[in-house]
């Protein structure tokens, strides 16, 4: 018997371990890890597991079942990747199967769906009532269906009971199959039957065609498109849409002809993805000041494995990063380059193909699941991508030779996963994932995180400078608004200080076009009575319900939970009910009253659903189709325009008011981000804060790009309280569906967690938001000096949070860990 006779498989479950499958002898030599295999699971389930490891160690714990089926001739999974899953798993505190889960996309996990099937042989008898006979009777036309067939002919959201009812009556039977989800587009293709290659009896085929004047036509035009009637193109095959089009013939004739035995029909498999060649252009030239960064970045590399490209906005550091990717490329290396938006792709992406063609691979979540299937094949079998240009999930993907990643906006919290598991910081594993493919790591912005920026200052990664826009261009002119007292002078306009509307108004006089900065969507913030100050509350979550005008809706920005707009309080019954605030909806209508003949658009999460409606949006404004593009933080970071000349940041003190020990260090990074987007091309522009405290040193830095005060100010508050990069924290969230069990478990988990760590716990404590999804909500955080075991540390974290949850009034209690949070 060969030695590999036992499989461990990580199966897409969130239990803290690896499951063992026998091998059947007849694959043995066939399996290996990185492969899918399919297994059963339970009583009734079929899961597609990856697997992990080989041995010949039987379970004595559990009778093993067998591997059902191998999915894959080769792996889909490599090595290097498999080596990742586990560092994620151990370092975020969650389990191989949760990483499996986020990892693979979706086409490429099989799920086991429930069938149900008409039994023939049922003898009819028994009473049936009227759902009964509406799902039988389907199921005797169409003999199989899925649930969600049956849920949606029964106008049910569960038929369930209705197909145990037959079940008991042994009207039908159902069976667990696996479902690929991922299928491959294909397209059917006409070849010349090959005993058409003799002359004369393609010659007969033409006489006896001469009365059938449509399917003659259609094989004149067929011989046209493959460029005569010669012997070495009797092998070319012909697009049967495309032969339709351009003959003009239908459906039928082109079967008559196949019919017939003039063509043969073939089904081939067709890529979604754009991989025809397209035309490029060389590379810009770097001035002097990029090339000198280029060359001070090659020069850190080699002493360190990862480099901070510190650039103001518009300072050219995308043309550094091609320069460092044609390099890597060069020498037949992988490369991934990170963003934190897919907002972002679009620009980015159009700049890349330029220069690199159909080497350049996209993967982000608004791709269609059978597309990033295909990016995936493609870079596992080695076809067209040489670099992947990718949200924070093209981590996982299954690179086999990375030389270079380069992670855009290093700052940015959206490279943080929140929910679900694992919840990976893409910036930090992608250090890890560089190390193992001994490849280097660039990380870009022009707003540098306190850690990252400190990372440099210490010595562990190098740091490049780049402090003078590109060509020149001065840094724009930021002016602050007191709106405390504009709106106490009565000069507001709506929510416009009076200079803001001069600026936009000015600039759309020239033909230049304004960015309106708001980061909060929706129309208003929330509704209030104007008697008893009532507020509309989700039932469902401890939050305010956004007023979006446009449906006439109040929705819950966290549930998705929606109301009409009651017509009176629910309190007093007043009929005064007023909005208060407003979101980036409110602006959008605010300004087409002020600029009556402007094109404005706007661009927050309700327009940019799809990954159409946001390149449209974007390609529209960069054509100047759009005078004002009103947004939120979508529009604040690494988008270039080359004719605004206006940045308006409407709120400030929204984001400064926040209640978290980052709200200073984002709010600088995001003013200092919208502001970069305005006179990125010949000339300087302006950037408006309207803010009701000017003098907050947080706008004073930004007013004075001085970064340097900002970072110091910031690093002397974070070692006083004990925060990172002095301290690395790992949130704990204890959820319950009851408040009071809630509370007790947090107590009680605190209470544990202080007999082991003292008085590095904080909390419990009710976060801001403390319910969500009728799920009470509270926190416990952990603070951990530097030097500390973080291996030790999670382990003792793993064995208290087993003991809350296995105390038998906490059985429903969950404790979810996130470390190093945002």
Known sequence: MDSTFYADIILPVPLPRLFT?????????????????????????????????????????????????????????????????????????????????????????????????????????????????????????????????????????????????????????????????????????????????????????????????????????????????????????????????????????????????????????????????????????????????RQQIQQQFALKDAVLLHGVTSSGKTEIYIQLIQEQIKQGKQVLYLLPEIALTTQITSRLKLVFGNQIGIYHSKYSDAERVEVWNDILNKENYKVVIGVRSSIFLPFDNLGLIIIDEEHENTYKQFDPAPRYHARDAALVLAHMHKAKVLLGTATPSIETYRNTQVGKYGLVELFERFEGIKMPRIQTVNVREEKRKKKMSSDFSPLLVEEVGRALENGEQAI????????????????????????????????????????????????????????????????????????????????????????????????KSHENIIRSFERSEVDILIGTQMISKGLDFDKVSVVGILNADSMLNYPDFRAFERSFQMMAQVGGRAGRKNKQGTVIIQTANPDNPVILDVVNNNFKNHYQNELAERETYKYPPFYRLIYLTIKHKNANIANQAADYFGQYLRGIFNERVVGPQAPPISKIQNWHIRKVMLKLESGVSLPKIKTMLRSAIDTVVSHPGFKAVVIQADVDPM
């Open 21 to 293: 499958y026998q091998i059947p002898e007849e694959w043995t030599s066939a399996i290996v890890p990185g492969m899918r295999v399919v297994v059963p699971f339970g009583n009734k389930k079929y899961y597609s597991g990856v697997v992990y490891s080989l041995h010949d160690q039987k379970p004595e714990a559990y009778e093993t079942k067998e591997i059902i089926s191998i999915l894959d001739k080769q792996p889909v999974v490599n090595e290097v990747q498999l080596n990742f899953w586990r560092w994620i798993a151990d370092y975020y505190m969650c389990t191989l199967g949760e990483v499996y889960k986020a990892a693979l996309p979706s086409g490429l996990k099989l799920e086991s769906q429930t069938k149900v099937h008409y039994n023939a042989d049922w003898l009819s008898g028994a009473k049936l009532n009227a759902k009964e006979t509406i799902v039988l009777d389907y199921l005797a036309e169409k003999k199989t269906a899925s649930i969600q067939d049956l849920n949606n002919i029964t106008e049910m959201k569960n038929s369930l009971p209705v197909i145990k009812s037959l079940l008991d009556k042994q009207a039908v039977f159902v069976s667990e199959r696996l479902k690929d989800s991922y299928k491959p587009k294909t397209k059917k293709v006409l070849q010349l039957a090959p005993e058409y290659s003799h002359e004369q009896k393609l010659q007969n085929a033409f006489t006896e065609l001469s009365r059938a004047k449509k399917q003659l036509n259609a094989l004149m035009v067929f011989f046209t498109m493959i460029g005569g009637a010669h012997k070495n193109n009797y092998a070319k095959t012909i697009d049967k849409n495309e032969l339709k089009k351009k003959s003009g013939a239908s459906t039928t004739v082109l079967n008559e002809l196949i019919s017939k035995g003039l063509f043969i029909e073939i089904e081939t498999t067709i890529s979604r993805l754009d991989t025809d060649a397209t035309s490029t252009k060389g590379m810009h030239n770097l001035n002097p000041i990029q090339q000198k960064a």
């Open 516 to 611: 309106l900065f708001q980061n909060r969507r929706g129309f208003s913030p929330y509704l209030e009575c104007a008697q008893c100050s009532w507020v509309p509350k989700c039932k469902y979550c401890d939050v305010s319900l956004t007023y979006h005008k446009h449906i006439n809706q109040l929705v819950c920005h966290y549930c998705g939970h929606s109301n009409y707009l009651p017509r009176t309080c629910s309190a007093c019954e007043s009929p005064a009910l007023h909005t208060k605030g407003f979101g980036t909806e409110k602006i959008e209508e605010d300004i087409r009253i002020i600029f009556p003949e402007a094109k404005v658009v706007r661009m927050d999460l309700d327009t940019s659903r799809t990954r």
